[in-house]
């Protein structure tokens, strides 16, 4: 008979006075290591819906909507789809717009409430209609950039519009005029309103 080893007698001997490693889940739920890959959540006021993690995800398991109509950006995670591996919360722009949480249990038997979903009010181009992003973006980047925010038209007036100011006067058309280039504008745009129609290029 082979004689037992060392370190398996000592797990029999601890396990006798310490009990079983394993748990009796569910009568009673262990608690997972704190680093555990649990469910994900999004954290509604520091998710700012740049959508990093749509472009990380192996799993095809995120997902981002853009109604231009009612002007808001939805994403959305399919948790049925996700495999926890954690590339979305590592390379989150903000690193706290989505988590982990330590809840294993997410086991049911109809094929619905899986997705986690958020909406943000988007930015479109004033002049061509094209997304440039989500306002919650924008603001972002301008506190990040600090006094810099207000060399940027974007970002100038998204930080007017917070403070409840409104940097000029809205009119219908954007006339080729200096005085009119603080707009929501996309790059192509803002190009063409400084270099095309101002200058004449
Ligand atoms: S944990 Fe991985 S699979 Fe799940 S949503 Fe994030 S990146 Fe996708
Ligand atoms: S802020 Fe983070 S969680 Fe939100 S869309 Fe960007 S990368 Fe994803």
Not at 104 to 128: A, S
């Amino acid at each position: 008979m082979r004689k037992p080893k060392l370190r398996e007698l000592g797990e029999a001997i601890r396990a006798i006075f310490l009990g079983p490693y394993t748990s009796k889940f569910p009568s009673k739920p262990s608690v997972p290591e704190h680093r555990f890959r649990g469910k994900i959540e999004f954290d509604f006021d520091k998710c700012i819906l740049c959508g990093a993690c749509v472009e990380v995800c192996p799993a095809n398991a995120r997902a981002q909507e853009d109604d231009l109509i009612k002007r808001m950006r939805r994403e959305i995670h399919y948790q049925e789809r996700c495999i926890y591996c954690g590339q979305c919360v590592g390379y989150c722009t903000t690193k706290q717009g989505i988590s982990h949480t330590l809840e294993y249990d997410l086991t049911q038997i109809e094929n619905k409430g899986f997705e986690n979903v958020i909406e943000k009010e988007l930015i479109l181009c004033e002049k061509c209609g094209e997304v440039i992003t989500t306002r919650a973006h924008l603001l972002w980047i301008a506190r990040r950039t600090g006094e810099l925010a207000y060399a940027n038209p974007n970002l100038f007036l998204v930080l007017s519009q917070e403070y409840g100011e409104q940097a000029v006067p809205k009119s219908a058309e954007i006339p080729p005029y200096r005085s009119e280039h603080l707009r929501f504008l996309c790059p192509s745009c803002r190009r063409t309103v400084y270099l095309k129609e101002i200058w004449g290029y």
